[in-house]
């Protein structure tokens, strides 16, 4: 890997910098950053450093207390993750991971899971516990998944999927192993493409942040299909049950935010945590009648390059069935874990997003490393005044979430729209210069002028003001906008299929269209 550029060297500054502050050893100062004289940390916005750490680099604060000088703490890491950390998402060839690493570690990983280490009352309990989400206190299963799997049903989303093919093409389903026939109604030709094939899903890659790729194993549409309709069930009756209605939210991540602000709450991280679901692990935790419905549409073959791996694992990021399956084992364990040593407390889990009591934080690392999990200790947070979840990030209590940007460079309308939603976060975050300075770039660089001073940006210093005008017909004054236009042509699919894929929330708008161009739209300014 490259020494990063100029851009990128400082969101691997702050890599270290963060890491510093929940492992609490001494700030390691990347190369090419000039020290301070006798201390160790750089000279490059030397002023907040000194308010983190001592001339030995040690952090300053390492306790999560809340006290009044972490009021002030807390501004200055606020002020040097929106510097530092404002282009970590993008991406770059110099120091990203190449797809050759990225390809081996997961190969590794689907092939050779962790080993378990639980006794068999550690089984007993987890099991017990997700026996009783699915089951009543007779042991019948919940209706809705008998429903489920006695008339399965499913729908399509904007993701792609493993065969290439996009709008009604993936309703034209292939006869594949596994496959409950009854699911083939659903296919516009009623009858299945001749031929019989095992499923396999498809690697991808796509850029996580500066330094990482993130795996995406894209899908059969056959497949894809089924397991989104189960994963809708899957949601509901984890709302639903007494046992995990507190705990695990799909549709709301502000529980889980506002949860690793409250003291006394650890945040755990894992790493590869999608790809480290062993089928075995499932095997021992999942009661039996559930593993058979939530593995039936699952791909037991992976194409990697010219490749077919077979997965040990249950699943990787694209199934429809990772996220909820590894919600629920975490909750299992962390649950289990607590109760074991009689801790009470909230429990909070969004897939791989676990927040519990601190003082039960060795006992579920413990648990789930035995489980086949890596703990991320870089980014689990306990002892120190750092916790993040869920894309949330607070020091000591204070709120030091920071806006980064996606894109450097206006190549598109979704870069220009990209930028403009940049800015207005960064005025909403106080920092109305920062803001200005992407609407001017935007006024030079693109043929659409920014909407100064609307929706929650700054006025133009230099009086440059978009297009507006009155619109009568609504009484209410409107802005020029750039927008997508969406070209209808030949609807692709029969529109009784078409009337079933928008009822459960398909994408046939998208699937009807042509072509998408560019267009102006006049927008209201309110």
């Not at 089924?226 to 991540?253: C, E, V």
């Not at 020091?395 to 870069?415: N, P, V």
Request: with cysteine; hydrophobic share 35%; net charge positive.
């Amino acid at each position: 890997m490259k020494e990063p550029n100029s851009i990128h060297r400082l969101s691997h500054h702050w890599v270290k910098l963060e890491q510093s502050l929940i492992t609490l050893q001494p700030l390691e100062v990347p190369y090419g950053f000039e020290k301070v004289s006798s201390c160790n940390y750089p000279k490059l916005l030397s002023f907040f450093f000194k308010m983190l750490f001592n001339s030995e680099g040690l952090p300053l604060y390492s306790e999560n207390i809340c006290r009044d000088e972490h009021a002030s703490a807390s501004g200055a890491v606020f002020f040097l993750r929106q510097v530092l950390l404002a282009c970590s998402k993008l991406t770059s060839s110099e120091c990203m991971q190449s797809d050759e690493e990225a390809q081996a570690n997961f190969v590794q990983r689907i092939s050779y899971p962790a080993d378990i280490n639980l006794s068999s009352l550690e089984i007993c309990g987890m099991r017990k516990l997700i026996h009783a989400v699915f089951h009543d206190e007779d042991g019948r299963l919940d209706p809705t998944l008998i429903q489920w799997v006695e008339e399965p049903f499913g729908r399509h989303g904007p993701g792609a999927v493993a065969q290439k093919e996009k709008g009604g093409l993936k309703w034209d389903f292939g006869k594949i192993t596994g496959v409950d026939p009854k699911l083939y109604k659903f296919c516009p030709t009623s009858q299945p493409f001749s031929g019989t094939s095992r499923p396999i899903s498809r690697f991808s890659l796509v850029p996580k942040d500066f330094r990482k790729k993130r795996v995406i194993c894209i899908e059969p549409k056959e497949f894809q299909f089924a397991q989104q309709g189960l994963m809708n069930i899957l949601y509901d009756l984890m709302h639903r049950s007494p046992l995990t209605k507190a705990s695990i939210n799909f549709r709301d991540q502000s529980r889980s935010q506002s949860l690793a602000r409250e003291y006394g709450y650890a945040t755990i991280d894992l790493k590869d945590a999608s790809d480290s679901i062993s089928l075995r692990l499932c095997r021992l935790l999942l009661p039996k009648d559930v593993f058979a419905i939530v593995t039936r549409y699952r791909s037991r073959f992976i194409k990697v390059g010219n490749l077919d791996v077979r997965s040990a694992c249950f699943a990787s990021m694209g199934s429809a069935l990772c996220f909820p399956i590894q919600t629920l084992i975490f909750w299992a364990i962390a649950r289990s874990a607590c109760d074991s040593a009689h801790i009470s407390g909230h429990i909070r889990v969004f897939g791989d997003d676990i927040i519990i009591p601190e003082q039960a934080y060795d006992n579920v690392t413990s648990l789930l490393g035995r489980s086949g999990f890596r703990i991320n200790h870089e980014k689990s947070c306990c002892k120190t005044p750092v916790r993040e979840s869920c894309g949330a990030w607070y020091f000591g209590g204070y709120d030091c979430a920071i806006t980064r940007l996606h894109t450097d460079r206006c190549a598109s309308l979704e870069s220009w729209l990209a930028l403009v939603e940049a800015a207005k976060a960064l005025n909403r975050a106080f920092l109305p210069e920062s803001s200005l300075a992407i609407l001017d770039h935007l006024n030079r660089v693109s043929k659409w002028t920014p909407p100064y001073g609307l929706f929650g940006l700054p006025n133009s210093p230099d009086g440059v003001k978009p297009k507006t005008r009155l619109d009568r017909d609504i009484q209410q004054r409107v802005v020029e906008m750039p927008c997508y236009s969406l070209r209808h042509g030949r609807p692709d699919i029969p529109q009784d299929m078409a009337l079933y894929a928008w009822l459960v929330g398909g994408d046939t708008r998208l699937s009807q269209c042509s072509s998408v161009k560019e267009d102006i739209e006049w927008v209201i300014t309110q």
